[in-house]
């Protein structure tokens, strides 16, 4: 299945102990239409106030219900804050995790001094002016394969710290500034650490000279803030070898609150 989110009532994608996770409303409303208790699989772990606009699960059944009506079903017992786009049935040994082959997550800030109640729950403001030269210069240490250990979040699960950045573009959309990371895989809060990173550069507080010295020196500690949850959303997972007419189709997807498609293709030019 394929299913999107507004990540500000829950604490995060994953079933947890301290509060109501998206896991755990979607398993309850499977085990409503499947008799018995369902285990949801899943490709990304957000966290608390993060969102997702195709955040890709599987789950087995030995029911007889056609896959494309678990989109209706589903959809009638979840909270509006959780919709199913898509599913379908797949092979039994396919696996979310295991055969996808990169992820692209976007982040907005809402730039300036200005503030909007409308889009507080999607945004960091971060109140400052920002040097977007600077920012597009610094997006550049990430790109590439690195180790990020700098990059990780705290408390993180033990994960091999090397990943590849394909990709991290800033777009401007009116007042908001969308920053674009796609990869193989990311670090426990490393999207966010990268928006927090930039940030600092557009704002003058670091150099993408110092980025290097900070991703060189393993350590967490030597990085600066990092964003909010609310202004994060998991945009896009792959399954088919990245290409950039694959990166480019997905990136002008128009959604809702997200996204301006005719904004993307102005600045990248169609295919």
């Not at 009532?9 to 239409?33: C, D, H, S």
Request: hydrophobic share 40%; proline share 4%.
């Amino acid at each position: 299945m394929t299913l999107c989110y507004d990540g500000a009532p829950f604490v995060g994608f994953q079933r947890q102990a301290n509060g109501l996770a998206v896991q755990e409303v979607i398993e309850q409303a499977l085990e409503r239409i499947l008799g018995v208790p369902t285990t949801l699989y899943f490709v990304a772990r957000t966290d608390s106030g993060v969102h997702a606009w195709a955040q890709e699960c599987t789950f087995y059944t030995t029911g007889r219900i056609p896959a494309e009506r678990f989109v209706q079903a589903l959809n009638a017992l979840l909270p509006p804050a959780i919709r199913i786009r898509r599913a379908r049935e797949v092979a039994e040994d396919f696996s979310v995790r295991r055969t996808n082959t990169g992820k692209t997550y976007v982040y907005q800030v809402l730039r300036g001094h200005e503030d909007n109640p409308f889009l507080r729950r999607y945004v960091w403001r971060p109140g400052y002016t920002l040097d977007l030269a600077a920012m597009r210069e610094a997006a550049q240490v990430f790109i590439g394969t690195h180790d990020f250990t700098s990059l990780r979040g705290n408390n993180s699960v033990p994960a091999d710290p090397v990943r590849t950045v394909y990709d991290v573009r800033l777009v401007e959309c009116a007042e908001l500034l969308r920053i674009y990371v796609t990869g193989d895989g990311f670090l426990y809060k490393m999207v966010r650490n990268i928006a927090g990173a930039l940030v600092d550069a557009g704002r003058g507080h670091t150099t993408a000279a110092a980025l290097r010295q900070v991703l060189a020196a393993k350590d967490r500690r030597q990085l600066g803030r990092t964003a909010p949850g609310s202004g994060l959303c998991l945009l896009h997972v792959y399954f088919s070898p990245l290409s950039e007419a694959v990166q480019r189709e997905a990136l002008a997807e128009n959604v809702p609150c997200w996204h301006d498609a005719a904004a993307y293709l102005r600045t990248y030019g169609a295919e």
